[in-house]
């Protein structure tokens, strides 16, 4: 708090990570959260939060706390932290030198940038969400408690105790589109098996975020024919993402669960003829478990796959994502 302060000074002025100015008497908008504001009274933005210092001019800080008390009588934001000079929601003045910390309670642009990347997945956990994002946990959960405040996520069980789990609603995905984002899909299920894959598939996805490398998830992926294979049995079969780095086209599958054998070598058999066409450069499973693992091996060497083929643990793309989010 004094650190603050003093960034702030007697004049008042902008504290050294708001970026800009503000207007005496603007109405300031930010990650949702609202606030009247004057030159005496900087905003700093930290994530979706504001920070509001009141310095020492007692007639300006009546006034705008006046318009803050009422901003939140209205519920535009809650007060996250109680400064010197008592509780904010039942004092409209504040004392000299008070600091208060307002958080929205509605989903803002941090929100949605969030619900887009869950919509073109479909579902993601929180913890690959916030490495993908550069945010720190309790940021995503923030987030993801306002959008399922608003309707546009829920949260599904993965019954693992591996992390939480935030799946995009109908209105959710009506809201990315709205907002003019492509290759949002609905869900199919929120059963907690399919909690715990599509945790394990946005790790993947976080992988190549950090990594800088692009890809493409479900409905990205029917749009190009060329990860669209087809079985012997002429079902037609698309991966979990699709990876594009450095000139390679990459599918990758996430089992975990076995699949039956005879199911397995024809879906191999279909990326090998993708391989062979020049549609894919490589495919890549990920799995949690040695026996499908091994499965994946044997199955592997009927479609003559070779080195176009790369099976690894989910254990390691998990470490190594969190390594390279923490390096960023």
Known sequence: MRELLEACG????????????????????????VGI????????????????????????????????????SQGAFSVAYQGVGGDFSSSATAAPGRVLRTRATRPGPGS??????????????VEPLALALGLHERTVYSHVERLE??????RAPGGDGEGGVAVLTRAGARACVERGHEGIVSPRSTAPSSARHGRAVSWVAASAEVRGWAWLGPAELREDDRWRLRRDDGARHL??????????????????????PQ???????????????????????????????ALIGREADSARLGDALQVGPLATVIAKTRTDGEQQ
């Open 37 to 72: 504001v004057s030159a005496f009274w900087p905003v700093c933005q930290r994530g979706d939060d504001v920070v509001v210092a009141a310095v020492r001019r007692t007639t300006q800080s009546e006034r705008i706390c006046a318009g803050l008390a009422n901003l939140l």
């Open 263 to 293: 199911r397995l070598r024809v879906i191999l058999r279909g990326y090998r003829a993708l391989i062979d066409r020049g549609a894919l450069t490589a495919v890549t499973y990920v799995t949690d478990r040695g026996d499908v693992a």
């Open 112 to 125: 949605f940038r969030l619900l887009a990347w869950v919509g073109r997945l479909g579902l993601a956990g």
């Open 239 to 260: 991966p979990d993402l699709g990876l594009v780095y450095d000139g390679h086209r990459v599918a990758v599958e996430v089992e975990l669960q076995p699949k039956a």
């Open 149 to 154: 405040r608003a309707g546009l996520v829920m």
């Open 10 to 33: 007697d004049e008042g002025g902008v504290l050294p990570s708001a970026g800009r100015s503000v207007m005496d008497g603007s109405l300031v908008s930010s990650g949702g959260a």
